[in-house]
């Protein structure tokens, strides 16, 4: 069955230091990649996508993600975090272009100053 | 302008009622959903329409409802509301050209009480 894992519910990391969000997929092709994150009442925003192409792709406040095949893995990362960031971040995956999208459970990321 | 708006954004009901959740995307995509995310913000897919054409339905209670009068908007009929449909429901839409991701409304957080 289709299925996207984020194994961390919750990640706490002090302000300025750096973010991996881990994002597993288990797929027979590549999907399509997304990134959202969601700020406490708020919708969804989108952080950035894989497609295809060049396997490290940045996304919009300094995040970006890279796509490894081998490890079917899609994680996000950010050199210096502020605490604007914090909030849930959910990973995606679409096996066809305007297809559904399969969310994973979602990480939880607090940031203390 | 909103891109997809959803409406209500909040909506406190009785159980047993029926009620209703608009959507409307400005961004002349071709497919628009219906995603569920639950207490603990697991998000699912519910419903997908293509050009007014029902394409997904996943297991979802036949007391829910979707309409499409149009590519533009996708509405969402509860009826008979129950305690466990409390949860924010979230409208997205997504072209099936070119390489954009997903935009997501604002959701709508409905409690049933």
């Known amino acids: 069955a289709q299925s996207v894992t984020q194994p961390d519910i919750h990640i706490t990391v002090s302000e300025g230091a750096s973010l991996e969000l881990r994002c597993n997929y288990s797929?027979?092709?590549?999907?399509?990649l997304f990134w959202y994150v969601q700020s406490p009442g708020q919708g969804l925003q989108l952080l950035l996508k894989?497609?295809?192409?060049?396997?490290l792709v940045q996304g919009i406040k300094g995040f970006e993600a890279e796509f490894k095949r081998s490890q079917s893995s899609f994680n996000l990362r950010k050199p210096s975090v502020h605490w604007s960031d914090a909030a849930e971040y959910f990973c995606?995956?679409?096996?066809?272009?305007?297809?559904?999208?399969?969310f994973g459970a979602g990480t939880i990321l607090r940031v203390k100053s | 302008d909103t891109a997809v708006s959803q409406t209500p954004k909040y909506l406190v009901t009785q159980m047993g009622n029926d009620k209703s959740i608009k959507c409307e995307q400005n961004?002349?995509?071709?497919?628009m959903y219906w995603y569920k995310q639950d207490s603990k913000k697991f998000l699912k897919i519910m419903f997908s329409?293509?050009?007014?054409?029902?394409?997904i339905n996943e297991t979802v209670p036949n007391r829910f409802s979707p309409k499409s009068p149009d590519k533009a908007h996708l509405n969402l009929h509860i009826n008979s509301l129950e305690l466990g449909d409390s949860a924010v429901y979230f409208c997205?839409?997504?072209?099936?050209?070119?390489?954009?991701?997903?935009?997501f409304g604002s959701g709508t957080r409905l409690t049933v009480v």
């Open positions: 995606a995956v679409a096996l066809e272009y305007g297809n559904k999208l399969v």
């Open positions: 961004l002349g995509h071709d497919t």
């Open positions: 997205a839409s997504k072209t099936g050209q070119g390489s954009g991701g997903y935009t």
């Open positions: 894989y497609f295809s192409g060049d396997t």
């Open positions: 329409y293509n050009n007014k054409e029902l394409i």
């Open positions: 797929y027979g092709a590549t999907p399509y």
